[in-house]
Nanobody, 118 residues
């Protein structure tokens, strides 16, 4: 595996929830536990934008447009980071990408599509 792998995307109605997962088995669990992980998204015709971040010490940061709706978390034993998305809106429709920063190097997943219908 050469990149983190996202899963959990899909089609959901507005107001619904989805939980994205990103497993980063490129590195050992010990390396993963020192990695900063983040989620970004890219809607059609728009630039990729920051969504949420969790540091190796589990400190979190969110974009203003997801505060109170999305929660990022990590499970170092599973080398996985999660994004719980609640109260989804049509404008949350995008491809969601996982980013791993391991030993100073940035890696991206292939993305998972999230579509929110009105």
């Amino acid at each position: 595996q050469v990149q983190p792998v996202e899963s959990g995307g899909g089609l959901v109605q507005a107001g619904g929830s989805l939980k994205l997962s990103c497993e980063d088995s490129r590195v050992s669990r010990s390396i993963f536990s020192t990695s900063a992980m983040a989620w970004y998204r890219q809607a059609p015709g728009k630039q990729r934008e920051f969504v949420a971040q969790i540091t190796n010490l589990a400190s979190t940061k969110y974009a203003d447009f997801v505060k109170g709706r999305f929660t990022i978390s990590r499970d170092n034993a599973k080398s996985t980071v999660y994004l719980q998305m609640n109260s989804l809106k049509p404008e949350d429709t995008a491809v969601y990408y996982c980013q791993a920063v391991s030993v100073g190097v940035v890696y991206w997943g292939q993305g998972t599509q999230v579509t929110v219908s009105s």
